[in-house]
């Protein structure tokens, strides 16, 4: 999440960080807005609502729920360098899961879902 943070901030862009606690402190000082939500992981799920495309990278189980409640809201997950998921039966190949080797090619694929 640094990275990103970092990333967007060094391209110009607003960072909003959505922290799962209820101290300011813990955003990333690349943030220019903070949510501290005191929800804990709860707040995965307030993350993926918040967008229309989800951009997954790498990841613990963190992010494996986010891809999960994401796909669960009708949200499409770019998956960087993130859980290669399988399927059985309708979910098979891991529908609305979209693969993606760089960070050009995530966000290429993310806003062609737009």
Same mark, same amino acid.
């Given at each position: 999440?640094? *990275?990103? =943070?970092? !990333?967007?901030?060094? =391209?110009?862009?607003?960072?909003? !960080?959505?922290?799962? $606690?209820?101290?300011?402190? /813990? *955003? &990333?000082?690349?943030?220019?807005?903070?949510? =501290?939500?005191?929800? !804990?992981? +709860?707040? &995965?799920? +307030?993350?993926?609502?918040?967008?229309?495309?989800?951009?997954?990278?790498?990841?613990?189980?963190?992010?494996?729920?986010?891809?999960?409640?994401?796909?669960? #809201?009708?949200?499409?997950?770019? *998956? #960087?360098?993130?859980?290669? #998921?399988? $399927?059985?039966?309708?979910? /098979?190949?891991?529908?609305?899961?979209?693969?993606?080797?760089? =960070?050009?090619?995530?966000?290429?694929? +993310?806003? *062609?879902?737009?």
């Amino acid at each position: 999440m640094a *990275a990103v =943070a970092r !990333g967007a901030a060094a =391209a110009g862009g607003e960072v909003v !960080g959505v922290l799962p $606690g209820s101290d300011l402190g /813990e *955003a &990333n000082s690349d943030c220019t807005h903070v949510v =501290a939500t005191g929800i !804990g992981q +709860a707040r &995965n799920l +307030a993350v993926v609502g918040s967008g229309e495309v989800v951009i997954a990278i790498g990841g613990e189980w963190g992010t494996l729920s986010e891809i999960g409640h994401a796909r669960s #809201l009708g949200r499409t997950v770019v *998956a #960087l360098r993130s859980w290669g #998921l399988v $399927g059985s039966d309708r979910m /098979e190949g891991a529908p609305g899961v979209i693969q993606a080797e760089t =960070a050009e090619e995530a966000v290429t694929l +993310a806003l *062609a879902e737009l």
